[in-house]
């Protein structure tokens, strides 16, 4: 299927369920379509969707915010300088806050040091660089490192005024099948169809993870034909 439209979309999952906007009206399918892409985000991790951040680490403060927007940390880099994000770095490693907290626990100038350790703090109430939530890290920093968290950032989700995004334009069929799937859940059967188009909807997922993993992998320098030199006679 080529991408979908927003209006297209919404006449698809009318058409498939025979329901007409009676039932399925404006409102209703804009719920539906909205925790469709909701799920999606959360089942898979779409490339076209990642993101950096820097800033610098506060010497003594023992946590940062995430980004505006993040769905999920990826990683999280400390670099030796204090003014640049470039040469020497470490990529910190992920453990639960209660493992930072034993690791150390005070913030005392002594205690303090370049950032080994990130783990996710909690404290998330919205979208905004303030309200995704916090890091926290260990050893607290003892100045001012540069650093660089990559992360997934929330999408432009389709709706009436978005009439096209990402997951409509390059994974139409999974979209449509999730749609389906949540339309069967609220119409509340037919179980069978509710089945069908969950299935599908996984199928796709699986079928576009692949993608991906391959578009990873792949480039015209490292899968490309294999280029020997051959040597020839001077004519």
């Known amino acids: 299927m080529a991408g979908l ?14 329901v007409d906007s009676n039932v399925l009206t404006t409102d209703v399918l804009e719920n539906i379509i909205l925790n ?14 990642r993101s950096q951040q820097t800033g610098n680490l506060v010497a003594g403060q023992e946590t940062i915010n995430c980004p505006a927007g993040a769905l999920f940390i990826r990683g999280v880099q400390v670099y030796d300088s204090t003014s640049a994000t470039t040469g020497a770095n470490v990529w910190l490693e992920k453990k ?18 370049q950032p080994k350790y990130y ?33 997934n ?40 169809m509710l089945t069908l188009y969950e299935n599908k909807y996984k199928q796709e997922v699986q079928k576009f993870a692949n993608e991906q993993v391959g578009r990873r992998r792949r480039d015209d320098y490292t899968d490309g034909a294999v280029r020997i030199p ?6």
């Open 5 to 18: 439209s927003y209006s297209g979309l919404v006449t698809n999952i009318r058409n498939y369920t025979e």
């Open 36 to 49: 469709a892409q909701y799920r999606i985000m959360r089942d898979i991790p779409i490339d076209s969707d």
């Open 96 to 113: 639960d806050v209660t493992y930072l907290q034993e690791y150390v626990p005070s913030t005392e100038s002594a205690k303090r040091g």
């Open 119 to 151: 783990a996710m703090f909690g404290g998330a109430t919205g979208d905004t660089d303030t309200t995704s939530g916090r890091l926290f890290l260990a050893p607290v920093p003892d100045t001012t490192y540069k650093f660089r968290v990559h992360f």
């Open 153 to 192: 950032k929330m999408p432009a989700t389709l709706a009436s005024d978005n009439i096209t995004n990402y997951i409509s334009m390059n994974f139409p069929n999974g979209l449509l099948y999730c749609c389906l799937s949540e339309t069967y859940g609220f119409l509340k059967g037919p179980i069978d």
């Open 230 to 235: 051959v040597r020839s006679a001077n004519p």
